[in-house]
């Protein structure tokens, strides 16, 4: 079983549409979670983070389920610039607690049409 | 802003020939990791370094990788005898709390 899987998409929107993305992760160790957007041949960035409450950033609204394991992004109001790919990220801690390192889903590809 | 720089953007080599792919993390982090994206896949682990020394990597890091972080600020990765599969974008990363940064990427192509 793959540890982060992501719906590969390609979601083709207009503008002003609601997106949602998925996302689910195999390792109960899991302790972060992020949405990082690619741009085409660009390295990674970090759109946000997500917690257990849920969180709001403008438009970007993400949530996690621990129980499921299941992490989700929903984009309102899309614009053509929010067309990239966006990969669900796991971090998961080393024994005894220090940094670990990130585990990327392959990502959604999103392309947003006037 | 602070950011993570590499160099170069873009390298093309020989199979068998020796890679060094260089990156500045930003200063007051403590965590590096090297990540690489095969063209249309997904961004994956390489290894992390800590304290001057790997903490943990993955089953792609094999004998022909090598990382140092030689003078303190610069941190590189080796590929003593490449192959036409490490073909692709070399990321570095530096962590804060459990933030990554990324670099700009190094296209490796292998020829």
């Known amino acids: 079983r793959k540890e982060v899987e992501q719906d590969p998409g390609p979601f083709n929107v207009p503008e002003g549409a609601t997106v949602a993305f998925n996302c689910t992760y195999s390792?109960?160790?899991?302790?972060?979670f992020f949405w990082y957007r690619q741009d085409c041949r660009k390295e990674p960035k970090l759109l946000m983070s997500?917690?257990?409450s849920g969180n709001e950033d403008g438009r970007f609204t993400a949530q996690l389920n621990r129980a499921s394991q299941y992490i989700s992004l929903l984009i309102r109001d899309s614009k053509l610039s929010d067309s990239a790919t966006y990969l669900c990220?796991?971090?998961?801690?080393?024994?005894?607690?220090?940094?670990?390192?990130?585990?990327f889903g392959k990502g959604t590809k999103l392309s947003v049409k006037p | 802003e602070p950011e993570v720089t590499q160099t170069p953007s873009h390298q093309v080599t020989q199979m068998g020939q020796e890679v060094i792919l260089r990156c500045v993390p930003i200063?007051?982090?403590?965590?590096f990791y090297w990540y690489r994206q095969i063209l249309g896949q997904k961004v994956e682990f390489l290894v992390s370094?800590?304290?001057?020394?790997?903490?943990?990597k993955s089953e792609i890091f094999d004998d022909q990788f090598s990382v140092e972080r030689p003078d303190g600020s610069n941190f590189t990765l080796k590929i003593r005898s490449t192959k036409l599969e490490d073909s692709a974008m070399y990321f570095c990363?530096?962590?804060?709390?459990?933030?990554?940064?990324f670099g700009q990427g190094t296209r490796l192509t292998v020829v």
């Open positions: 370094f800590y304290n001057n020394e790997i903490s943990e």
């Open positions: 390792n109960s160790a899991s302790q972060s």
């Open positions: 997500v917690y257990s």
């Open positions: 200063s007051n982090h403590l965590y």
């Open positions: 990220v796991v971090n998961v801690m080393n024994y005894g607690g220090s940094q670990g390192n990130l585990i």
């Open positions: 990363a530096s962590i804060r709390d459990t933030e990554a940064f």
